[in-house]
Every structure is written in C-alpha cells, then in structure tokens.
T-cell receptor, first 110, second 114 residues
Framework: KQEVTQIPAALSVPEGENLVLNCSFTDSAIYNLQWFRQDPGKGLTSLLLIQSSQREQTSGRLNASLDKSSGRSTLYIAASQPGDSATYLCAVRANSKLTFGKGITLSVRP | DAGVTQSPTHLIKTRGQHVTLRCSPISGHKSVSWYQQVLGQGPQFIFQYYEKEERGRGNFPDRFSARQFPNYSSELNVNALLLGDSALYLC?????????????FGPGTRLTVT
C-alpha cells in the first residue's frame, strides 16, 4: 500500500527566505508526482507535475525534484512571499488514483 | 476554456439523509475521479470513471456510489449520511485513465452533516 509522508506538518519562515518542502513515498512504482497548493477552504491548484522519467520541473520561483528510487521529492520555493502562505500537498500517481500526503502548512511572515 | 466545475458549492444535510454531488469535466476529458478530503487530511480516493465504467474504487463503504453520463459528467451519491461524511469532496478530470495524464481538480463541494 502506497503511503506518502510530508514532514513537518507546519512551517513558518520570514519573507524572502528560500525554503524546501519534503515529500517521501513508500512504493517507487509510480507514473508521476504532483505538487499542489491549497488555500483554506478551497480546492487544489496544481503547481508542478513530474513524470516518473523526469528528475525535475520548474515554474517561476518553484522547482520540484524527484528521486524515484529513494522515494523522495522536494519542492523548492525561492524568495518566499506572504502570498505563498498556504498548504502544500504532494501526491503520487499509480494506476487509477492519486495518493496524497497530509500536506505542509506554510506561513510566510512579512 | 472552463475548468472542472462542481455543484453545489456548499450544502448542509442531516444524518441519515442522502446527497448527490455533481461534476462536469474539462471539455474533451473522458475520465472523472472523486476524492474526499476531511479537515486536516490529504484527499482520499473514492472512485474513478472512464467512458461510463468504473475503473477504480477506494476503501469506502457501499453507501458511496457514483456514475458517469454519456457527456462524461459525473455524480457522486452518498446514502445514510454519517457525521463523519462531513468533508470537502473534490472531483478531478483527465483525458484518459493512464497514469501519464494529469488530473485537474475542481473547486470542491463542502458537505456538512449535522
């Protein structure tokens, strides 16, 4: 059974700091991994998708890496801003479903 | 182009009642998946449908059922509601069922059971 872990559950950083969010998964037989952002009470916004054959993806200030063999992914956020405050979820895709972690709630202090 | 749409946005039901949630996928997408997100947790997979057939089912009781229509829209039905069914219900669509295809999520339906 696939399990996805995100630690810590919450993180608070000052504005401007570069930060890394970690995600680990137990079964390396995945098609892809996605990082999502979720604002309180809202749906999911896809940030980055990395196919299993890829090592990383970049979008603006975000960079996500994937090491499938070790079951790890990181989301790097450069020059964090208060508007980045949200919950960040990673999810791995195998067969018909996505398996999600519980998310990391990020707070960026002005 | 319109994204995934869900209705209603919010609803409140009483224990024991039945509820129907609706989802319209992105135009051209033939696969719809449903997820339940309880407060403080990540979304949990409920169902996947493709071409009107169930292609995957998560670990949910038989009170949960779904169907997909010829226009690829979908309904999620929950019978005999329990307090624990209170959650955000998310619908996602994709071109097909292959894991290579990205799933795009709708805004969700917030269900409160009292």
């Amino acid at each position: 059974k696939q399990e996805v872990t995100q630690i810590p559950a919450a993180l608070s950083v000052p504005e401007g700091e570069n930060l890394v969010l970690n995600c680990s998964f137990t079964d390396s037989a995945i098609y892809n991994l996605q990082w999502f952002r979720q604002d309180p009470g809202k749906g999911l916004t896809s940030l980055l998708l990395i196919q299993s054959s890829q090592r990383e993806q970049t979008s603006g200030r975000l960079n996500a890496s994937l090491d499938k063999s070790s079951g790890r992914s990181t989301l790097y956020i450069a020059a964090s801003q208060p508007g980045d405050s949200a919950t960040y979820l990673c999810a791995v895709r195998a067969n018909s479903k996505l398996t999600f972690g519980k998310g990391i709630t990020l707070s960026v202090r002005p | 182009d319109a994204g995934v749409t869900q209705s209603p946005t919010h609803l409140i039901k009483t224990r024991g009642q039945h509820v129907t949630l609706r989802c319209s996928p992105i135009s051209g997408h033939k696969s719809v998946s449903w997820y339940q997100q309880v407060l403080g947790q990540g979304p949990q997979f409920i169902f996947q449908y493709y071409e009107k057939e169930e292609r995957g089912r998560g670990n949910f009781p038989d009170r949960f059922s779904a169907r997909q229509f010829p226009n690829y829209s979908s309904e999620l039905n929950v019978n005999a509601l329990l307090l624990g069914d209170s959650a955000l219900y998310l619908c996602a669509s994709s071109l097909a069922t292959s894991g290579a295809y990205e799933q795009y999520f709708g805004p969700g339906t917030r269900l409160t059971v009292t």
